[in-house]
């Protein structure tokens, strides 16, 4: 039986052998993962934990929290502030920014996370997960402001997400292709199950909220029509359709075995670009789905070259086997 590779190892090696991430950036790693297997032992126990239900607060998006929103971020945040890894962190349910306290050590950092994706799942048992992106401080001045955080998702040194479902699952690239790694509770870490993931270019599945179809744009309109015209209409094939409603579940499929996930701008609220947050989400995602040969735009361009301009910035998204993104976002340079 082949040795299992642990994400300790992984992770050294990444660092000795192939000099690819520096010290500092693994031992962070290696705490975001610990947080998320606390994170995971608390959605394992649901009721009997007393973590389900809303929280009667609000996130600064004015969404209701659920209470495991609120632990989710505090695990991530204790976790993380004193291992001298970090100079700050920020987090789609925080207003600002979150210094590392001054008694700490002050790394060179900074991390972004989404605790809890799929906050509508959780009370029905269905797959959530944390999504993570880790960026370099730049060297400009002393101290951490909020600008230090709006750098293009192409400058990012490392991205994933954990999966809570039937298994707890950590999906991580550190720029030279995507892995994965499955918790052993027996053992209690994560250990590596793939490699290299690779997305197919083509697919036969869409994920895509139906609900909101007479709120699109035209070419998104185009391009789910076409698709459900099957193997009668120009594309020549059926297609079938799904949807978690949980961005990490949505994508987990599509790294799984293909896909094309979309969560387009709407004219319920035109001013906006689109429901998704840029630096907690579309970012580290697009380039998760990059890494393993995919594509990710927001219908025009590719997401890792926006430059933001806010903290809770939003963003269209449409992600992953490559050539279905390619199409839609023809569709859209088309008008």
């Not at 989404?114 to 029905?124: F, K, M, Q, R, T």
């Not at 030279?176 to 997305?199: H, K, N, P, Y």
Request: glycine share 8%; hydrophobic share 40%; charged share 25%.
């Amino acid at each position: 039986m082949a040795q299992k590779v642990s994400l300790t190892r992984y992770l050294v090696e990444k660092q000795r052998t192939d000099g690819h991430i520096p010290a500092q950036l693994r031992l962070l790693l290696e705490v975001v993962a610990r947080a998320c297997k606390s994170i995971s032992q608390a959605v394992n126990k649901g009721a009997l934990g007393g973590v389900l239900g809303t929280a009667e607060s609000e996130n600064v998006q004015g969404e209701v929290q659920k209470k495991l929103d609120i632990i989710s971020n505090e695990v991530l945040i204790e976790a993380n502030e004193w291992g001298g890894h970090l100079a700050a962190m920020a987090s789609e349910e925080m207003d600002s920014i979150h210094l590392v306290p001054s008694r700490y050590p002050q790394g060179e950092y900074l991390l972004l996370f989404d605790p809890l994706d799929g906050s509508s799942n959780i009370d029905v048992n269905v797959s959530i997960g944390t999504i993570f992106s880790v960026l370099k401080k730049p060297e400009e001045h002393p101290g951490v402001q909020e600008s230090d955080f709006l750098q293009p998702g192409s400058r990012q040194v490392a991205a994933g997400y954990c999966l809570y479902g039937p298994q707890t699952t950590l999906v991580l690239t550190v720029g030279d292709g995507v892995a994965m790694f499955t918790l052993d509770r027996e053992q209690g870490s994560f250990v590596l199950t793939q490699e290299d993931v690779q997305i197919p270019a083509d697919t036969k599945e869409f994920a895509i909220n139906m609900s909101n179809m007479r709120h699109w744009d035209e070419p998104v309109k185009q391009y789910i029509g076409e698709c459900l015209q099957g193997k009668d209409g120009p594309r020549g094939k059926d297609f079938n359709m799904r949807w978690i409603a949980s961005m990490v579940a949505d994508v987990h499929r599509i790294l799984t075995r293909g896909g094309i996930f979309l969560y387009p701008w709407d004219k319920r609220e035109p001013e906006k670009p689109g429901k998704l947050r840029l630096m907690y989400e579309a970012n580290p995602m697009g380039w998760l789905v990059e890494q393993a040969g995919g594509a990710a735009t927001d219908g025009r361009q590719r997401i890792l070259d926006i430059e933001p301009t806010k903290l809770h910035q939003r963003v269209a998204v449409v992600l992953g086997s490559k050539n279905e993104v390619e199409r839609v976002t023809s569709y859209h340079s088309a008008l």
